[in-house]
């Protein structure tokens, strides 16, 4: 009613078109309905009346006729064209030999227009989006009585996925629109106390959405104020059900407390009135910048002749002092260089003039950046840098000189090597003692080999802030080593120093520690150096008021300086004008950059920023669908417009890889793609990084890029089981940071084995020493398992408890394991169970009963004949007999326990037995040998990420590093535990002492 209400106040001199698209789309001119042929006729005039814009011929083609080819769907437009000016009888249509548009400046009137410009008029009350005011009624009323469906409502084109994506966003944008309106009213209503008018609209406000609490606890209220007390009491229970039955959880404590006060008849307060509205007056709006004297910015007319030829590096003259004297004290020794500072402030433009002068003495540069949304990827920048550096071609050489023995670590991260250098022996097993020092130590010396040269190579880090926690450690590995080696060390990251407990901060404090740093933070330039910048480049004289309003326009950001100088020289902004503003500021200048673009190269534009990192010819190609010859034509056309650049300049024709020239014009890129093509991006994206994998020994080191583009792809079935396969690759890496947040994916995005991913979750929980959590996990896994495996995760759960030190309720759990069995288990799985309830039963100083418990456990695995469980009786009876004192006795148990692990290459086994038997060594004075045996079991449990073992290792040095009086050496052990066990050792805000206390398992 609203909408022919709003026509019919005005009088036309010629025929009304009018557009319904909430609800089935329907076309009137002056009242009539209208019959368009085709499906692809009613969505093409939809989206043009959406957009609001002119769109090429060529991109509405691939929209709604993406399986043709440019021919024949350009030929399939041109027929809908046809018919659709036909039945509009000419009109309405603004069509010319390219694009395609509709004539808004006719009379036109479209349902979705005004509604949203009825929802606007709310916004020129002088209030916050989310309140109203006595005048919003009126508008919210008519939006609402406009809104009479979803928009398109059962319409759809079942072959343009593009345009079913486009409307999807669309309706969801709407819809949401449409619950603000409803919320709106209901509110209005609420404090004029017309509360059955509220309720109508509260209840259609929840029906778009059942489990928004907000509305629920709203309809509550209304029922209350309404004196429908019962009503409202059931209101509560049934978002209690809705909650649960949705999500899974319970309502928020300020719903269940209205509740509680509903219940006791304590009916809050009736609403306020609405205040009156403060309308804004148009066009009275004051810049936040006064308005110069147009007199001193007006310029010289010769600054039309302003040519940027190139943008020397300004104002960093003592920071690049620093850098040549810092780069040349790394032949003698290794250095480290962080240059650090905020967003565009010429962090990397410094680091490559540095990398520039050490390739012109003769270095070799291995470089990488880190990306945004990478930061769960395991070791993704060092895996980069290496492919980069091997794809050069005459670089592949200096694999033969270098150790089988290290190159078959790097194998674990590139299986290409095995191919470039066939014959390496299998790298060792990361569950041998030393295993993580030696797949760091292969990878670094690989690094070291790729960038030997004339003078020290450097290896260098971008954008460091994004890194992923296993390349970080790694990095800190090789910054503890610089002295063995001339190398230089650079890195960028946003910010100035990290703080305690941020990724970077352990690796700012050992680059302060080694005394080998230069630790540099960019400030922005000053106005002369501005001044400086501006004349080196200029052919012409320029003004002091030219620097003066440049300088104050982008206040010394060099990545501002250098955007306005580009769109001074491209003519995009006149000098001569007195406002210089650009319509969104440096969005503006970004957007002027991007005029050049022509539609392919747009395309491949879209494409690379949602691969979102640097992207390679192939992927590019695949993904966005275009032929060789106009990829390679747009690159180079990207490339001489200076938004592309390529970052691998030697490496072989079939490898080339390219990335954005700043990493903010990628990001302004990817916002301005629309969401239908994003979505179309990231699937295309995803299958073709899946592709890749072919002829690869499996998908793990690529499952981690392959998982969110899925996500983003609105395909969370796939994503979910690539993020499953990333936490699984992680995992054989001991990156359990990163595997334990590619599996909490996995299971946020629903996939099927929820047991298992929460077991594996509780696992790497364990790990970390994370017991609250880890307890959490096991708990849900033992909900969902199947009673096959129940026993299992019982017997995790008292595991952890028995870390804990929580004896009783460990004990309690084991029980449970053996009672799940009533008797079925294996005598293995029985034997290893026994084993753990005799070392809880020793801790509680029940020594004959550990013992009984210890022996049951020996004789369940000899009948077994199971090494691992031979291995875990062996190691109990040890450590008892070492308490008692029987050292023959515990040196027997203990290295048959430790042949047996060692056999079964079980790393966690063999710390327990190493460190069990250094015990008993100690114990017989045999304190050097104890501390070999005891440095093993450190390098095993670090290995394996096992945080609290590596802390109560650390400890068990300390002691006997000070008994054999090497006291600085036992402090920094001591120091480490501590660091360690701060970490762990409390949890929810509450110390859990036995956690400190672990020194035997």
């Not at 002119?54 to 046809?82: G, I, M, V």
């Not at 719903?255 to 219940?263: A, E, F």
């Amino acid at each position: 009613m609203i909408f022919t209400y709003n026509l019919a106040q005005r009088r036309y001199r010629m025929s009304v078109l009018s557009l319904f698209l909430f609800g089935p789309p329907r076309l009137e001119i002056d009242g009539t309905s209208l019959s368009v042929d085709t499906r692809k006729a009613v969505a093409l005039i939809a989206y043009l009346a959406i957009t609001r814009q002119q769109h090429s011929r060529d991109s509405l083609a691939a929209l709604l006729w993406p399986e043709n080819d440019q021919f024949h769907a350009r030929a399939a437009l041109r027929r809908t064209l046809s018919t659709l000016n036909k039945a509009l009888k000419g009109s309405w249509l603004d069509i010319d030999r390219e694009t395609i548009g509709l004539n808004f400046h006719a009379d036109l009137q479209i349902d979705v227009h005004v509604f949203l410009r009825l929802l606007a008029e709310c916004r020129t009350h002088g209030h916050p989006a989310n309140e109203t005011c006595t005048a919003c009624e009126q508008p919210l009323t008519a939006a609402v009585a406009l809104y009479q469906n979803d928009f398109l409502a059962g319409f759809s084109l079942r072959d343009s996925p593009e345009f079913d994506d486009w409307q999807l966003y669309q309706s969801d944008t709407l819809r949401r629109a449409f619950a603000s309106a409803l919320e709106g009213l209901t509110h209005c209503h609420s404090a004029a106390h017309h509360f059955d008018t509220a309720i109508i609209h509260a209840r259609n406000w929840l029906a778009l959405d059942r489990l928004y609490e907000p509305a629920h606890r709203q309809l509550m209220l209304l029922y209350a104020w309404a004196g429908q007390r019962t009503t409202a009491l059931h209101q509560y229970r049934e978002c209690v059900q809705t909650l649960e039955q949705g999500l899974g959880v319970s309502p928020l404590e300020s719903t269940t407390r209205l509740y509680q006060l509903i219940k006791a008849n304590q009916i809050p307060p009736l609403p306020p009135p609405l205040p009156a509205p403060v309308f804004v007056i148009k066009n009275q709006q004051v810049s936040s910048v006064a308005t110069p004297d147009p007199q001193n910015v007006i310029l010289h007319s010769t600054l039309k002749n302003l040519v940027i030829a190139g943008y020397p590096l300004v104002g960093r003259e003592e920071e690049w002092t620093t850098l040549r004297k810092t780069y040349h004290a790394s032949e003698d020794d290794g250095r480290v260089i962080i240059l650090e500072g905020d967003a565009g402030i010429g962090k990397t433009r410094l680091a490559e003039e540095l990398l520039a002068y050490a390739r012109s003495r003769g270095a070799n540069v291995i470089s990488a950046r880190c990306y945004e949304g990478e930061s769960h990827l395991a070791y993704a920048p060092v895996v980069t840098a290496l492919r980069t550096a091997l794809a050069q071609q005459h670089e592949t050489q200096r694999l033969d000189a270098m150790p089988a023995s290290w190159l078959s670590e790097t194998v674990r991260l590139l299986p290409e090597l095995a191919t470039l250098r066939p014959g390496l022996p299998l790298p060792t097993a990361l569950d041998n003692p030393g295993s993580q020092t030696r797949f760091f130590e292969g990878i670094r010396q690989l690094f070291l080999a790729l960038s030997a040269g004339n003078s020290p190579g450097i290896l260098f880090f971008d954008d460091l802030h994004w890194v992923d926690g296993a390349s970080l450690e790694w990095l800190s590995y090789v910054l503890r080593r610089l002295h063995e080696q001339p190398l230089c060390l650079l890195f960028t990251w946003r910010g100035k120093q990290p703080t305690r407990g941020a990724p970077l901060h352990q690796l700012y404090v050992e680059a302060q520690r080694s005394r080998k740093a230069a630790i540099l933070s960019l400030s922005r330039l000053s106005q002369p150096s501005v001044r400086e910048l501006v004349q080196s480049v200029a052919t012409v004289h320029t003004t002091g008021h030219f620097v003066d309003r440049l300088y104050a326009e982008t206040e010394g950001i060099p990545f501002f300086l250098i955007e306005y100088l580009t769109a001074i020289e491209k003519g995009v902004l006149n000098t001569e004008q007195v406002d210089w503003s650009l319509t969104g500021g440096i969005r503006g200048l970004l957007s002027s950059r991007l005029s050049a673009v022509d539609e392919i190269g747009w395309q491949l534009l879209n494409t690379a920023a949602v691969i979102g990192r640097s992207f390679d010819f192939d992927t590019l190609r695949e993904a966005s669908g275009r032929s060789d010859d106009e990829t390679v034509t747009a690159l180079e056309d990207l490339i001489a417009q200076g938004l592309v650049e390529e970052v691998q300049s030697h490496a072989g024709e079939h490898n080339l890889t390219y990335d954005f020239s700043h990493e903010k014009l990628r990001s302004f890129v990817y916002e301005e793609t629309s969401l239908a093509r994003r979505r179309l991006l990231h699937r295309r994206v995803a299958e073709a990084l899946a592709g890749h994998t072919h002829g690869h020994r499996d998908d793990g080191p690529l499952a981690g890029q392959i998982a969110p583009h899925y996500r983003l792809a609105g395909n969370d079935a796939a994503a979910a089981d690539y993020f499953k396969l990333a936490g699984e690759y992680a995992r054989t890496l001991y990156a359990n940071g990163e595997a334990l947040a590619h599996l909490q994916l996995a299971l946020t995005l629903g996939h099927p084995a929820m047991a298992a991913l929460h077991e594996a979750i509780g696992d790497l929980y364990t790990l970390l020493g994370e017991y609250h959590s880890a307890l959490d996990s096991y708990e849900t896994a033992a909900a969902f398992c199947t009673v096959d495996a129940l026993a299992g995760v019982e017997h995790k759960l008292g595991a952890v408890y028995v870390r804990r030190g929580e004896w009783k309720l460990a004990e309690s759990h084991l029980e449970a394991a053996l009672s799940v069995w009533d008797g079925q288990a294996q005598p293995n799985q029985q034997a290893s169970i026994y084993a753990d309830r005799s070392l809880a039963a020793h801790h509680q100083g029940q020594v004959q009963q550990a013992l009984e418990l210890a022996q049951r456990a020996l004789s369940l695995a000899e009948a077994s004949d199971d090494a691992r469980a031979l291995a875990q009786a062996h190691n109990m009876l040890g450590m008892l007999a070492s308490h008692n004192s029987d050292t023959q006795a515990a040196l027997h148990h203990l290295e048959q326990s430790l042949i047996l692990a060692e056999k079964l290459h079980d790393p966690a086994m063999r710390a327990a037995t190493l460190n069990n038997l250094a015990q008993a060594h100690r114990l017989n004075g045999a304190t050097e040998r104890a501390l070999s045996l005891t440095e093993s079991a450190l390098a095993l449990s670090a290995s394996q990420g096992d945080r609290h073992r590596e802390a109560a290792l650390h400890n068990n040095l300390a002691d006997l590093l000070h008994a054999l009086g090497a006291t600085e050496a036992a402090m920094s052990h001591l120091r480490q535990a501590v660091s360690i066990y701060s970490e762990i050792g409390v949890e929810a805000g509450t110390v859990q002492p036995g956690i400190w206390k672990l020194s035997e398992w």
